[in-house]
């Protein structure tokens, strides 16, 4: 069964860093496009960053800028780089993984969604980290 473990949450200051680490465990065809979403209390779970395979990016709007998603595919482990945190970001952060279509015209972020919400079959979740950023 696959397996995402976060590491590297914690609590920081405003305007500190937190680098996040995801140990991917899954074959590799399900790990074709990796990234990272969070949820604060009350809010909408949002997609904040995807990597395919070869190195593609996709950033949404309220990160793009501060936070760089990249992977290592010979250790299997997809890493965040947070920078310039602000107290808006708190919240829990999930990475995962996917397969990929056969074809598609959207966006990496727009595809990694897309595939997990078709269930286990297409995509993977963690279990979470707790990122809290005081002001």
């Known amino acids: 069964q696959a397996q995402l473990v976060e590491s590297g949450g914690g609590s920081v200051q405003a305007g500190g860093s937190l680098r996040l680490s995801c140990a991917v465990s899954?074959?590799?065809?399900?790990?074709?496009?990796m990234g990272w979403f969070r949820q604060a209390p009350g809010e909408e779970r949002e997609g904040i960053a995807a990597?395919?395979?070869?190195?593609?990016?996709d950033y949404a709007d309220s990160v793009k800028g501060r936070f760089t998603t990249s992977r290592d595919n010979a250790a299997n482990t997809l890493y965040l780089q947070m920078a310039s945190l602000r107290p808006e970001d708190t919240a829990m952060y999930y990475c995962?993984?996917?397969?990929?279509?056969?074809?598609?015209?959207?966006?990496?972020?727009?595809?990694?969604?897309?595939?997990?919400?078709?269930?286990?079959?297409?995509?993977?979740w963690g279990q979470g980290t707790q990122v809290t950023v005081s002001s």
């Open positions: 899954e074959y590799i065809f399900k790990t074709y496009y």
């Open positions: 995962a993984a996917s397969v990929a279509p056969r074809n598609s015209y959207m966006t990496p972020l727009q595809v990694l969604a897309l595939m997990l919400s078709r269930g286990a079959e297409f995509g993977s």
């Open positions: 990597i395919r395979r070869d190195g593609t990016t």
